[in-house]
């Protein structure tokens, strides 16, 4: 549900603007209103509040000095208050202190912009002086390792000939890599070799492994450029080391790529356990700053969105109608009577800009954040919240489209692992937390179709419909009931679900038109309701009604359906047609979920058949195989219908969106300026 939002209007003497402002950012209860539009149009007779040239350089040296901040942090890859003894806390000041001291200012006493820029910086640049050499010695490292990690296996191959090679001063070589099936490749570069330098050469070679022959030609360095140019060939590759390993010969440069090698795991963990130290003792000292600079950036950007007089500042903002009181006894407690606070009207064409906060049990609120994405942000203030019936909508279709205790199954496991190894994860917890019901539907509906990955429990013989056994008879149904053998009762319930939530949409969209004051879209929305109404009275005579009452019956249903036709082409025009053919549609599109999740058992069904005929290890290898893709589909495929169900159909009848969401002036720290 929305939550009932008031406007509040706080007036007080300039003299006191500061500690207001720093009064709503510590209660963080009041969504601040920009003022500059009203006030720029006359609608609000005050002036903007100016901020001078000071605030200004103050803003962009303390911005300077967040993203300064959040730049050690990030390298010490600190993300979280650390409560670690003797940091600075969150709340507390920031006093003058020297490299590896915090010291924390008296509780409530927040520091000025001045106190901010004096104390901080220092802070920070201390920090970042003993931080960056550590970050980048572990860069080096690690590139260095990377790179180590690349020539070993080249390095690996010419070992056999590294005890063979000894070059003097005035001569150099080079080490080739030629594959076995060039076989003629390394007389043929002898051959050549040995022509350019006149017979001044020596090659060594030596049987890397199956596939490669090593090779080192020595040679005159006054010859090098030449051969090398002989040697950039397709079937040649050469080994190039680091430069400070090519300088030297290649078993010494063997011998010192292997201690490099055993050095440099020791040396990085050595920088790593550095970098640790400098995370403990510098980390609660910068997330403080950081959030103590980050609040002093947002309380000088809030002094634009103000109204003022000569002497008297103007602040217009929402909050929820149950925390009014609160905010009026803690200015009240604060200021006395220098500080009023008033609750203003919203005028009708204000409504559209009241920030929405929404409330919904626990088990909804995940889907409280599709709204945004899916349905083109949260529903417009003084509309119906549609949260709760997208999460019970979007579960019931889910599990009537897979409905397989088996694949249900391994879903489940699948999304409980995401949720508990990626607990920092915000999209993978939104995304587990939406599709956990929808899988406990899929097993459930799975129990009512008596089907495990497929008909498995009907081929082991624990369901056999021709015995009954493991069958049951509930309110007359006999269940599991076969969705593959008899269609026309899933299609029944699938257009039922349609003309239920269609229905429901409808009669939303009424509510809402009313609570707007929308007259057009109030008798579009009753003629379409109509229309529905209608048809589901004549559908209910044909099939149910004796052969005397049915008449009567299908005459009162053609009557309401003439009825609502009519107040839509009335009031509709146009748009009214094409909303009654997208209503007819929309309810036949229902239909899907019959289709595909019929299909989706045959599919299982056929797995299983031809896992059967192919032997038992085969057999096994494809079923695993098969139901494992047809897993990835029944998992993607369900959910894009269903989500389109709720979000296109359902929504398209009444759904309105608002435009800003409430978002209180609060102190949340740093980390949103990223």
């Not at 010419?158 to 070059?167: D, G, N």
């Not at 993607?636 to 009848?653: C, K, V």
Request: proline share 5%; hydrophobic share 50%; net charge neutral.
């Amino acid at each position: 549900m929305l939550v009932p939002m008031a406007r509040v209007e706080l007036i007080g003497p300039r003299s006191l603007l500061d500690e207001a402002v720093s009064l709503l950012h510590e209660t963080g209860l009041v969504h601040i209103e920009d003022l500059t539009r009203r006030i720029e149009t006359g609608r609000l007779a005050v002036g903007h509040m100016e901020v001078s040239s000071r605030r200004e350089a103050d803003r962009t040296r303390l911005g300077e000095l967040l993203a300064s901040a959040r730049s050690v942090l990030e390298a010490l890859d600190v993300h979280e208050r650390a409560g670690v003894a003797g940091g600075a806390r969150e709340g507390s000041g920031v006093a003058p202190a020297g490299a590896g001291t915090s010291v924390a200012a008296p509780k409530g006493v927040v520091p000025t912009a001045a106190e901010l820029l004096a104390t901080a910086g220092p802070i920070i640049e201390d920090a970042r002086t003993e931080v960056s050499p550590v970050v980048e010695l572990i860069s080096a490292l690690g590139v260095e390792a990377a790179l180590l990690r690349r020539y070993e296996p080249m390095l690996r191959k010419i070992r056999p000939l590294a005890s063979q090679i000894a070059t003097t001063e005035g001569f150099d070589s080079v080490a080739l890599l030629v594959e076995r099936r060039f076989r003629t490749v390394p007389e043929e570069i002898r051959a050549a070799v040995s022509e350019l330098t006149g017979g001044q050469c020596e090659i060594v070679s030596a049987e890397a492994d199956e596939d490669t022959t090593a090779l080192v030609v020595i040679f005159p360095r006054h010859y090098s450029e030449i051969v090398h140019r002989l040697l950039e060939s397709e079937n040649v590759s050469q080994v190039r080391l680091p430069s400070e390993f090519g300088t030297v010969p290649f078993d010494t440069a063997y011998r010192r790529f292997q201690q490099r090698q055993a050095e440099l795991p020791g040396r990085i963990a050595a920088a790593n356990a550095e970098l640790a130290v400098l995370k403990e003792h510098w980390g609660p000292q910068l997330l403080a700053i950081r959030d103590q600079l980050a609040d002093a950036v947002d309380e000088i950007d809030a002094l634009s969105r103000f109204g003022s007089t000569e002497y008297t500042f103007v602040i217009r903002g929402w909050l929820p109608v149950e925390r009014l009181d609160e905010l009026r006894e803690r200015v009240t407690a604060r200021f006395g009577g220098q500080v009023a606070v008033y609750r203003v009207a919203i005028e009708d064409d204000a409504r559209a800009d009241v920030p929405i906060a929404l409330r919904n049990p626990r088990f909804a609120r995940p889907f409280e954040q599709l709204l945004g994405p899916l349905g083109g942000g949260r529903p417009r203030y003084g509309t119906i919240d549609p949260t709760i019936f997208v999460a019970i909508a979007y579960p019931l279709i889910f599990g009537i489209i897979v409905g397989d205790i088996g694949y249900g199954a391994v879903m489940l496991a699948l999304v409980l692992i995401l949720r508990a190894r990626f607990k920092s994860r915000p999209s993978v917890r939104l995304a587990a937390s939406v599709i956990l019901p929808a899988t406990i539907s899929a097993i459930l509906f799975g129990f009512v179709y008596g089907e495990f990955f497929g008909n498995v429990l009907f081929t082991l013989g624990l369901l056999d419909p021709e015995t009954g056994r493991g069958f049951i008879h509930i309110f007359g149904f006999r269940l599991p009931y076969m969705r593959s053998d008899d269609i026309m009762p899933l299609l029944v319930v699938a257009i039922g679900l349609g003309v239920i939530q269609i229905m429901l949409g409808l009669a939303l969209g009424i509510t809402n038109a009313a609570r707007t004051g929308d007259r057009k879209h109030l008798l579009v929305k009753s003629g379409l309701l109509g229309l529905v109404l209608g048809m589901l009275i004549v559908g209910t005579a044909v099939l149910f009604a004796g052969r005397e009452a049915a008449p009567v019956i299908r005459i009162v249903g053609a009557t309401v359906m003439a009825v609502g036709v009519g107040l839509v082409l009335r009031f509709g025009a146009m748009m009214g047609f094409i909303e009654t053919l997208e209503t007819v549609s929309g309810m036949a599109s229902y239909i899907r979920i019959m289709a595909i999740g019929v299909s989706g058992a045959i599919f299982a069904d056929a797995v299983n058949v031809l896992a059967s005929r192919v032997g038992v290890i085969v057999g096994i290898l494809a079923a695993v195989f098969l139901h494992s893709f047809h897993l990835l589909i029944a998992a993607f495929t369900p959910t894009i219908h269903a989500l389109r169900l709720n979000f296109l159909e359902f929504f398209g009848r009444f759904y309105e969106a608002g435009t800003v969401e409430y978002r209180p002036f609060r102190k949340s720290g740093g980390g949103k300026h990223s």
